[in-house]
């Protein structure tokens, strides 16, 4: 009785319309339902009932998008044709410990066309001669059964399913966006190439500016020479106009 509230407040506490996967195993059913599971759950995707008591699925919700489908240990006989009207998306049953005893119940889920795995280990109808070979030719659409195919290759865990997924997902995003490393190197390329502009031009504006101070440099030069040159000239002039004075000035004194 504790479970069955603790369940229900859980229930109750939850937002429906956002949960996907739900598991409400060892809880106790009352008249064949879950107290709080109801078609609100319209995005369930996992359920899992495992020991509830469950003796029918008559009054299971309906919930169209739930793909996996766990009733273990449960005290269902029969009534299995419900599952396609009220889940019709089913790909993975789990029966196992039920009191299905015959094929003419499992006939019943012919109409769940997606469906790809069913368990019915632990079930009475397990013990019938050629169960299996059976099974496979009046459920056309099923893969495995009781976890292996018709040639027992074990089924994969759905973890394995999903990593594998995965992993196709991110090949596929490699070859979109192409092999890794490739835009970068032409970006390095680029950047090189600029860099590379950036110096020559850096270099020419450095060389016309050292060519103009030489230029300079060179006509200030010039200009310092011709000054020296003229000074020098005046120089000269001065020396010999006192060298004609200084007879005269010799003459006078011997005339005096």
């Keep these: 009785m504790e479970m069955k509230k603790r369940i229900t407040l859980e229930l109750r506490n939850r937002a429906p319309e956002k949960v996907t996967e739900l598991v409400l195993d060892n809880c106790r059913s009352s008249n064949g339902e879950i107290e709080g599971l109801n078609e609100s759950f319209k995005e369930l995707e996992f359920l899992s009932m495992a020991n509830v008591e469950l003796t029918s699925l008559a009054r299971l919700p309906t919930l169209s998008k739930l793909r996996k489908l766990e009733l273990s240990d449960n005290i269902i006989s029969g009534g299995l044709e419900v599952l396609a009207e009220k889940c019709p998306n089913l790909t993975y049953l789990n029966l196992s410990g039920n009191k299905i005893k ?9 109409n769940l066309k997606n469906l790809k795995s069913l368990d019915l280990f632990n079930c009475e109808i397990t013990n ?11 459920l056309h659409q099923i893969t495995y059964l009781d976890g292996f195919d018709q040639e027992d290759n074990e089924a994969p865990d759905s973890e394995e399913e999903e990593d594998e997924e995965g992993d196709e997902d991110d090949d596929e995003e490699e070859d979109e966006a192409g092999p890794p ?15 590379l502009g950036e110096g020559e031009e850096e ?5 016309l500016s050292y060519l103009m101070k030489e230029e300079i440099q060179d006509e200030e030069d010039d200009d310092d020479y011709i000054e020296e040159k003229g000074d020098e000239e005046e120089a000269e002039g001065v020396q010999g106009e006192k060298r004609k004075r200084d007879p005269e000035d010799e003459g006078e004194e011997e005339d005096d």
């Design 203 to 207: 270099e020419e504006e450095v060389g």
């Design 181 to 195: 490393g490739e835009y970068e190197e032409d970006d390095d390329e680029d950047d090189g190439g600029s860099d």
């Design 128 to 138: 019938l001669e050629d169960y299996r070979e059976s099974v496979f030719e009046l």
């Design 102 to 110: 015959d094929l003419s119940t499992v006939e019943a889920l012919q």
